[in-house]
């Protein structure tokens, strides 16, 4: 079983390899850096034969007609079967030539055979893969996309596996009593990063009098070429701008002035990479003019690396409830604030917590959140439907978010008779229960290329769709739930079970 500084090796040989080919006389298109296909099915690696693809649909992957066939009217464990998805799955699958051409946009924007993006390869080609000491690009290098928890173990699987990188811990940096800078955080050439300190002149455009709606509008906007991988790792603050302007429409760059400064207070849910690049959110205060943005991150990573926190470390100020990091844009930019808090008291967000009383946040966030992977999200969503706070995530599928949507209902009218014997009632009732809209869209601030995923060849990009689950109440017409005696649903237990053996961990 290769390790991941193995798989590290190998991605490094293949960098040197594409940069051999792309001299003059090279063929870099004979290259291909797509990955073994798995059988839908079977979850089993398909190797020295060709991989049957589900004519119907142009997305499953199966090995054999054996295991179409098997998985035609059944999927593995209690799962719809192929028959039910696979008209879906071409409705989704129109969405390939949106995202290929968000990738194809870049120089280093290369589509494998397979469809997929080769993104550690990009990393490999400018010297930037790696775990610790590699800046913003930091990361454990295994093949999950999350941390492991209890609560979502994966089953028994035949597909390749490489564990994370032994004693990586996303945030390790914070543990230190020093901050990245533009050079030692990006680890690019100059002219490739998009600076956070700029010499006098250099500063961009005041974010009010431009319009940024795509990769494209934002790299003219900082004034960087698209030879610069920037895009891989700004999806993130990018992502939440797209979750605070254009879904829950709690804030934008026209809405304030020098004269009339917004305070926008956000919590940040499920953070983990993040945590290795925590100052590239300050380009909200450049996208934001004259805002002044609190940003508290919660989750598992975030309770860890607190919970390590030493004296005179970076992360030791969340003990001492103080940002971990504060940025102020330029005054030509709108002197916005941005202030980073960690909240490492415990793992999940609960209003309840005394640190939280009495501190509504303006909105709530979560990216490639899987509402129905992670049982912590249920008391979120709860939560945001009786306050009527402001709440959006990102997901890495439509299809996975379409999922989550159909998902809410059922949560709610599952907890309904618990909160009706804890005395809810009144206005909360009302705002749980009443019909809502969870509308779903393609986010053009999503890390551009497809994901390495073997057996399915649907639109999966990290931070790829976005769903406002809270917010724009005069939308939300849509999945009603009883006030009364709750719908019939699953055991909330099982519900879950089956949405992540569903296979979250191919579609999420």
């Known amino acids: 079983m290769p390790t991941a500084a193995d798989i590290t090796r190998m991605t490094y040989k293949g960098a040197e390899q594409l940069r051999s080919e792309q001299r003059p006389g090279g063929d870099p298109i004979k290259l291909d850096f797509g990955i073994v296909p798995t059988c839908y099915n079977c979850d089993i690696p398909i190797m020295g ?21 098997a998985n035609w009217k059944a999927g593995r464990f209690g799962a719809q079967g192929h028959k039910f998805f696979c008209p879906k799955n071409k409705v989704h699958m129109e969405k390939v030539p949106q995202v290929q051409a968000l990738l194809k946009q870049f120089p280093w924007g290369r589509i494998e055979t397979d469809g997929t993006f080769a993104e550690p390869i990009v990393r490999a080609y400018h010297k930037v893969l790696g775990a610790e000491g590699f800046g913003y690009w930091s990361i454990p290098g295994g093949s999950n996309p999350h941390l492991q928890q209890p609560s979502n173990t994966p089953g028994p699987s035949g597909a390749l596996r490489v564990d994370d990188t032994k004693g990586f811990e996303h945030g390790y940096m914070l543990l230190s009593n020093k901050l990245l800078t533009d050079e030692t955080g990006w680890k690019l050439e100059k002219r490739l990063i998009p600076r956070l300190v700029f010499e006098l002149g250099t500063e961009p455009e005041l974010a009010s009098n431009v319009d940024i709606v795509d990769w494209d509008s934002w790299y003219k906007w900082r004034n960087i070429p698209k030879e610069s991988p920037a895009a891989l790792l700004l999806h993130y603050p990018l992502t939440v701008y797209q979750l605070l302007v254009n879904v829950l429409q709690v804030a934008g760059p026209k809405r304030s002035s020098s004269e009339s400064r917004q305070a926008l207070n956000v919590h940040y849910i499920g953070a983990e990479v993040e ?18 943005i609190k940003m508290t991150f919660f989750g598992i990573a975030v309770h860890s690396i607190v919970s390590k926190a030493k004296k005179n470390s970076i992360a030791m100020k969340a003990k001492q409830n103080e940002p971990v990091y504060t940025y102020t844009s330029p005054a030509s930019c709108g002197a916005s604030t941005l202030s980073l808090f960690l909240h490492g008291d415990h793992e999940n967000w609960d209003p309840r917590l005394p640190l939280l009383l009495g501190s509504k946040p303006d909105a709530i966030v979560g990216l490639n959140a899987g509402l129905t992977s992670y049982p912590a999200w249920q008391f ?67 890390r551009p290329g497809q994901r390495n995923l073997g057996s399915v060849r649907l639109p999966n990009v990290p931070n790829g769709f976005t769903m406002r689950v809270v917010g724009g109440d005069e939308q939300e017409i849509i999945h009603p739930v009883s006030a009364g005696v709750p719908v019939p649903v699953p055991d909330m237990s099982e519900l879950l079970q089956k949405t992540e053996q569903f296979s979250l961990n191919r579609l999420d």
């Open 49 to 69: 034969r060709k991989p049957l693809i589900c004519s119907g649909c142009r997305s499953a992957v199966f090995c054999s007609k054996n295991c179409h066939t």
């Open 275 to 292: 945590l290795n690049m925590l100052p590239l959110f300050s380009e909200l205060a450049l996208l934001l003019p004259h805002t002044d």
């Open 380 to 446: 979120v969503i709860l939560c945001c439907h009786t306050d009527d706070t402001p709440f959006a995530v990102s997901e890495y599928a439509e299809q996975s978010a379409e999922l989550q949507r159909d998902a809410i209902p059922q949560i709610i009218a599952h907890a309904l008779p618990r909160l009706h014997s804890a005395g809810m009632h009144g206005s909360e009732i009302y705002n749980l229960t009443r019909p809502r809209e969870y509308p779903i869209a393609f986010n053009p601030f999503q």
